[in-house]
């Protein structure tokens, strides 16, 4: 049986606690009375992983059971979420795979021929061959690739993008042809966080610009309070109007998998662990780790997290209608992520870890920092955030100057150009989003290369704009000093300094919390 | 007699200044100086148009420096009279009635001797006006010299008393401040180099460097030309706060060129293997205002196809010039100005026009006494990251 998430107290006995910070980790002592706010453990697997899925696709909800809607001569379509979920990527066999295999097995027994598989990467970079191959598994990756059915979502193909129509609220929802003119459309969900999912799956994953401007924009962000609350996220409402339009024209067959919290197994296991429950081994493990990652030049360093693959053990599967199938998701969701956290505090503390959806076998880079450290673990509440309204927020990551020419061009002019004018996400969307999304160069990238689209870091700073609007004061611990001023912050060497730097705004005795995260965890702020 | 500092020929600290002074810069500035403050007897002035002058100021060009640290090409060996004395960036007072030119005049002076001060019959580039051009430098009656601070017979800015013709000078407007006054030479240059660079309205337009011809240049091809986005390469932070005030778009650093100028012509980017990147596509021109191999390479691969690079800076040798066959480049020189330019006036009087209303206040950050010429030419090497522009010497205070 698996213990809920807690909210510790830190006092006198509390120990030194783990806190994320770029590919490393610190032990920091928190002042007394600092709220720490910690992930429910493991939820049991579901016993047997084939067996579920079989269940899910023979007993779906609000649908016919799956082998019902395939006949011989249709086209069907199957898509799921690329590299960016889980994180970190999980051991193999991954779990889309053995979803893939059973709607392939399926679709081969009722005779269908014209399958094709398709990453949902939207604005993402497109997955390499051998990404696909880890997601969809060796056997669908030979039989598909090769003929070009297994591929990436070509967000700027024009000709095989479709538009369905208009939300009644004028959006657009352009989507790609060959999922808009299927038969069924068979959706393979990774739901790691209780953001993903729903609608959100085809109405973004599948989508283009045109479409996706209307949701990820700096209006609409600041008011999707929070990302982790579909009912109260605009962006979700918005992707929910564009689903009605899209489940119109097209029969949408969706899975939605969820996953445990195992993230860290192994010599890292003790990440996962409450500090003072740490055994021996734990223990030794932790100084191993601390000395040797800090020993390590940095290449071996990033290898060595970039080489971490997680025990995700699957906690439930569920299939048909969307909506329904998605409510499912969210109540395991909910019951591996949710803790429940009385009131707000003066100071929020975060430890934002090496890793984030956008830098899967990449480099953070200082925007993708802020996104994961502002965008979605500020944002990884229910109800109202950790923090109260201009309090602070107390960051770790070491932000250096660091991109990745390959995955992040866009990102590199983004932060030299854009930022060095403006920090404020209105400004930059109405001076820069339209030249950045329509500039050729990252367009081919994007297209030919491993490149995010040119206005994805666009979109990053939109995720941070309500913290941006709600904080009063956001510090960064260990940070480059440069990077973090260039993006509007303040740098401190240490959490005393960083306290002292926000004391104007919260005073000298502030009510702190700090979310220990990862593994995963959804504030439930009352 | 007067107290000038004066170049001589010395082949050994010529070479000493081109080995070593790379490395050890001030060397440049003591013993491999091929420079000397002597008390030399004035320049005179005997033949009808002539006169004698007092400079006031007298601005350190980066043609002055090249000849100093041993970087000038020998090429320009046969187009100069040793010894001489330097200076070609002058206000001054004129000691004599010149033509219409009362004594007392404050002028500015056009340093070209052309056909006109060399009493000879004007050549092909005099007679259309384009005197910077012209062809008879080392013939008439004065000593072979491109120009005034590189002639024998003339003196220069960086003595007490030199000579110049008529046809070389300008008087400054009243109420004009010597500052003001001895950027024009600098500012001709420049307003030659936007009118060379043949700018359509509209078109983008890269600028490298952020010395006096870089800022210059920008300035003039912003106030005289219709372009679009001026991007200015600026390597200190003086130098980016004074290209944005001198009229450009954007400001990059040297390593951000590449970045800056794909951003903004939505270029395409390509990485050769072992050499320079390179875009497809870029601005529609680019002035090199450096003179560098470094510089220049980086011109000729940001220019977009059948564009067009002007050189401004003296060049160096070895750069690459495969961007000019393969993306079809139109390469100009900008050499010194010309009496008659594109506008149909004059380079200098454009100049005295921009010298009165531009933001130029700041801009001769130094001001030396001759005897403090080795501080004053230290000073001028190292001009962008001390934050000045120009450094001139005060030679009413020697």
């Known amino acids: 049986m698996s213990r809920p998430g807690f909210v510790l107290e830190v006092d006198d006995r509390t120990p030194p606690l783990?806190?994320?910070?770029?590919?490393?980790?610190?032990?920091?002592?928190?002042?007394?009375?600092?709220?720490?706010?910690?992930?429910?453990?493991?939820?049991?697997?579901?016993?047997?992983?084939?067996?579920?899925?079989?269940?899910?696709?023979?007993?779906?909800?609000?649908?016919?059971?799956?082998?019902?809607?395939?006949?011989?001569?249709?086209?069907?379509?199957?898509?799921?979420?690329?590299?960016?979920?889980p994180l970190p990527p999980m051991k193999k066999p991954d779990i889309r795979q053995r979803i893939i295999e059973a709607v392939l097995t399926m679709a081969a027994d009722a005779g269908v021929d014209d399958v094709e598989i398709i990453s949902a990467n939207a604005l993402h970079r497109r997955l390499t061959p051998n990404e696909l191959r880890d997601i969809v598994g060796e056997r669908v990756f030979r039989s598909f690739f090769p003929d070009g059915k297994l591929y990436n979502f070509d967000a700027e193909d024009r000709d095989n993008l479709t538009h369905l129509g208009q939300t009644r609220h004028g959006e657009d929802v352009e989507i790609s042809k060959r999922a808009a003119e299927s038969d069924l459309l068979v959706y393979v969900n990774v739901n790691l966080v209780a953001m993903d999912g729903g609608h959100k799956s085809t109405s973004i994953g599948l989508a283009s610009y045109k479409s996706l401007k209307h949701h990820h924009n700096s209006h609409t962000m600041i008011h999707s309070r929070s990302f982790m609350d579909h009912k109260a996220s605009k962006m979700h409402h918005s992707a929910w109007r564009m689903g009605e339009v899209l489940t119109q024209h097209v029969?949408?067959?969706?899975?939605?998998?969820?996953?445990?919290?195992?993230?860290?197994?192994?010599?890292?296991?003790?990440?996962?662990?409450?500090?003072?429950?740490?055994?021996?081994?734990?223990?030794?493990?932790?100084?191993?780790?601390?000395?040797?990652?800090?020993?390590?030049?940095?290449?071996l360093r990033h290898k060595i997290f970039t080489d971490v693959r997680a025990s995700y053990e699957l906690t439930g599967v569920n299939a048909g209608a969307i909506e329904p199938v998605h409510e499912k998701t969210l109540e395991v969701v909910h019951r591996q992520h949710l803790v429940?956290?009385?009131?707000?505090?003066?100071?929020?503390?975060?430890?934002?870890?090496?890793?984030?959806?956008?830098?899967?076998?990449s480099v953070m880079n200082p925007i993708l920092a802020?996104?994961?450290?502002?965008?979605?673990?500020?944002?990884?509440?229910?109800?109202?955030?950790?923090?109260?309204?201009?309090?602070?927020?107390?960051?770790?990551?070491?932000?250096?100057?660091?991109?990745?020419?390959?995955?992040?061009?866009?990102?590199?002019?983004?932060?030299?150009e854009v930022l060095s004018e403006s920090t404020d996400p209105a400004t930059i969307e109405a001076?820069?989003?339209?030249?950045?999304?329509?500039?050729?160069?990252?367009?081919?990238?994007?297209?030919?290369?491993?490149?995010?689209?040119?206005?994805?870091?666009?979109?990053?700073?939109?995720?941070?704009?309500?913290?941006?609007?709600?904080?009063?004061?956001?510090?960064?611990?260990?940070?480059?000093?440069?990077?973090?001023?260039?993006?509007?912050?303040?740098?401190?060497?240490?959490?005393?300094?960083?306290?002292?730097?926000?004391?104007?705004s919260v005073g000298r005795s502030p009510s702190i919390t700090y979310l220990h995260n990862p593994p995963h965890l959804l504030a439930d702020v009352r | 007699m007067m107290l000038a500092l004066e170049m001589y020929r010395s082949p050994a600290k010529y070479l000493a200044a081109k080995a070593v002074g790379g490395r050890i810069p001030g060397i440049l500035t003591g013993p491999a100086a091929p420079l000397r403050l002597v008390t030399i007897n004035e320049p005179k002035a005997e033949r009808e148009g002539w006169a004698r002058i007092r400079p006031i100021l007298s601005g350190i060009c980066g043609s002055d420096l090249g000849m100093v640290t041993g970087s000038t090409k020998l090429y320009f060996s046969a187009m100069v009279s040793m010894p001489f004395v330097p200076g070609h960036e002058i206000v001054g007072e004129l000691l004599d009635d010149c033509e219409d030119l009362p004594k007392g005049t404050r002028v500015v002076m056009d340093s070209v001797l052309t056909c006109a001060a060399r009493g000879v019959e004007p050549?092909?580039?005099?007679?259309?006006?384009?005197?910077?051009?012209?062809?008879?430098?080392?013939?008439?009656?004065?000593?072979?010299?491109?120009?005034?601070?590189?002639?024998?017979?003339?003196?220069?800015?960086?003595?007490?008393?030199?000579?110049?013709?008529?046809?070389?000078?300008?008087?400054?407007?009243?109420?004009?401040?010597?500052?003001?006054?001895?950027?024009?030479?600098?500012?001709?240059?420049?307003?030659h180099t936007a009118l060379r660079a043949k700018v359509q309205p509209g078109q983008s337009i890269l600028v490298s460097g952020a010395g006096a011809v870089g800022l210059f240049a920008t300035l003039a091809l912003r106030e005289l030309t219709?372009?679009?986005?001026?991007?200015?390469?600026?390597?200190?932070?003086?130098?980016?706060?004074?290209?944005?005030?001198?009229?450009?778009?954007?400001?990059?650093?040297?390593?951000?060129?590449?970045?800056?100028?794909?951003?903004?012509?939505?270029?395409?980017?390509?990485?050769?293997?072992?050499?320079?990147?390179?875009?497809?596509?870029?601005?529609?021109?680019?002035?090199?205002?450096?003179?560098?191999?470094?510089?220049?390479?980086?011109?000729?691969?940001?220019?977009?196809?059948?564009?067009?690079?002007?050189?401004?800076?003296?060049?160096?040798?070895?750069?690459?010039?495969?961007?000019?066959?393969?993306?079809?480049?139109?390469?100009?020189?900008?050499?010194a100005s010309a009496r008659q330019e594109p506008n149909e006036q004059p380079a200098f009087e454009t100049a005295l026009e921009l010298a009165a209303k531009a933001p130029l206040d700041g801009i001769v950050g130094a001001r030396y006494p001759l005897y403090r010429w080795r501080e004053a030419i230290d000073h001028a090497h190292s001009a962008g990251r001390l934050g000045t522009v120009k450094v001139a010497f005060d030679v009413r205070a020697s």
């Open chain 1, 18 to 85: 783990i806190v994320h910070s770029g590919e490393g980790f610190l032990l920091e002592r928190f002042p007394l009375g600092t709220r720490v706010v910690y992930p429910p453990e493991a939820l049991p697997p579901v016993r047997d992983v084939e067996e579920a899925i079989q269940n899910a696709l023979l007993n779906p909800i609000d649908s016919e059971p799956l082998p019902e809607l395939l006949t011989a001569g249709m086209r069907l379509t199957i898509a799921f979420d690329d590299i960016s979920l």
């Open chain 1, 370 to 416: 802020a996104c994961m450290g502002l965008g979605y673990h500020f944002n990884a509440y229910r109800g109202n955030p950790i923090v109260r309204k201009d309090g602070a927020v107390i960051l770790y990551h070491p932000v250096p100057y660091e991109f990745s020419q390959l995955h992040h061009p866009s990102y590199v002019d983004f932060f030299e």
């Open chain 2, 226 to 335: 219709q372009a679009g986005r001026i991007t200015v390469v600026a390597k200190h932070a003086k130098q980016r706060e004074l290209a944005r005030a001198f009229g450009a778009s954007d400001v990059v650093a040297p390593d951000e060129v590449f970045r800056g100028v794909r951003r903004s012509t939505g270029a395409f980017r390509l990485k050769p293997e072992m050499a320079k990147e390179f875009l497809l596509g870029g601005v529609d021109i680019a002035v090199d205002a450096v003179g560098s191999k470094d510089s220049i390479d980086t011109v000729l691969r940001v220019t977009k196809a059948g564009g067009r690079v002007v050189l401004s800076g003296m060049p160096a040798a070895g750069s690459d010039l495969s961007p000019v066959w393969f993306r079809e480049l139109e390469l100009t020189g900008s050499y």
């Open chain 2, 123 to 191: 050549c092909e580039g005099c007679a259309s006006g384009n005197t910077n051009r012209c062809d008879r430098i080392t013939v008439g009656h004065v000593a072979p010299g491109l120009q005034t601070g590189f002639c024998q017979d003339t003196g220069g800015g960086w003595g007490n008393v030199m000579v110049a013709h008529r046809s070389q000078l300008y008087a400054v407007p009243d109420g004009m401040s010597d500052e003001r006054a001895v950027l024009t030479e600098p500012l001709a240059c420049a307003v």
């Open chain 1, 340 to 361: 429940e956290v009385q009131g707000q505090s003066d100071v929020g503390i975060i430890g934002v870890p090496y890793l984030g959806p956008y830098n899967v076998n």
């Open chain 1, 251 to 299: 029969k949408v067959f969706q899975i939605e998998t969820t996953l445990n919290n195992n993230v860290f197994g192994g010599p890292l296991e003790f990440l996962q662990k409450r500090e003072w429950e740490w055994s021996l081994k734990d223990q030794a493990s932790m100084l191993a780790t601390k000395r040797g990652l800090a020993a390590a030049p940095a290449k």
């Open chain 1, 431 to 504: 001076k820069f989003e339209k030249q950045y999304a329509e500039d050729p160069w990252y367009i081919h990238l994007y297209r030919t290369s491993y490149a995010y689209h040119g206005v994805h870091p666009f979109y990053m700073w939109y995720w941070i704009s309500h913290a941006l609007d709600h904080c009063g004061d956001i510090v960064w611990v260990g940070a480059n000093r440069k990077t973090v001023e260039r993006m509007g912050f303040r740098s401190a060497s240490t959490l005393q300094d960083a306290l002292e730097m926000v004391s104007h």
